[in-house]
């Protein structure tokens, strides 16, 4: 009998596309924003990631808590139209609910929820996220039993945090545990190195590039049977 009991799973680039996701929610409210208020000089993707790092040498939090870096982006990019703090401060959250409600359009990888219905009725799953969508805003909820982000533990993935609060939520011990992720450092590494059991989601099918032998991997969703060879 398995004496693995619990599969937790990373999001973005593991159930979906993040990509295009975050380029439609970016694109979409700032078309929306520029209705409410008019013209904002957004700049260039080179002068959007400089003001994400520096916002972030500013405030280290922002590394995790990428509300909080949402908010800050946007607080700048308002704070010469807005007339007042107050209009800042409601603006800066109405631009960033829209957001977030964007950013959870997501589409699917083929599989993935005829596969999470399935495993779901042998072992209990968990969420592992650097990211910030919630699980409990899409249609798979129902298939959890907890969701961990960066958020929540103040660090990122290959961190120990978010594998070791997936220990403390669920009781069980780390070999009880796979982790199914597709960055390799990020989810393979890091769980790896609790001792929990790992997968690599390669859709891309790209080489397996660190120094550890290659675990076993999932291609698309439609091969999860794996899991339960593994367990």
Known sequence: MSNIKLITFDLDDTFWDIGPVIINAELTTRKWLEE?????????M????????????????LYWDLGKLRREIFRFKLAPIAS????????????????LDKRHEVIFYDGVIDALKDLSTRYELGVLTNGNA?????NIG???????????????????????KALDLSGFNSNEVIHIGDHQV???IGALNIGMKAIWFNKEKVNWEQEVSKPAE???WYNYK??????
């Open 142 to 164: 129902e298939y959890f039993k907890f969701s961990v982000s960066s958020l929540d533990v103040q660090s990122n993935k290959p961190d120990k945090e978010h594998f070791q």
């Open 134 to 138: 919630d699980i409990y805003r899409l």
């Open 226 to 231: 794996i899991i339960d060879e593994i367990a």
């Open 84 to 99: 007042d703090e107050a209009e800042l401060n409601e603006l800066v959250e109405d631009s960033f609910n829209y957001f």
């Open 46 to 61: 080179e002068s959007f990631l400089a003001l994400r790092k520096d916002l972030a040498k500013e405030d280290p939090s």
């Open 186 to 188: 990020n989810d393979v």
């Open 36 to 44: 409410k208020v008019g013209a904002i000089d957004w700049g260039d």
């Open 218 to 220: 999932i291609l698309d």
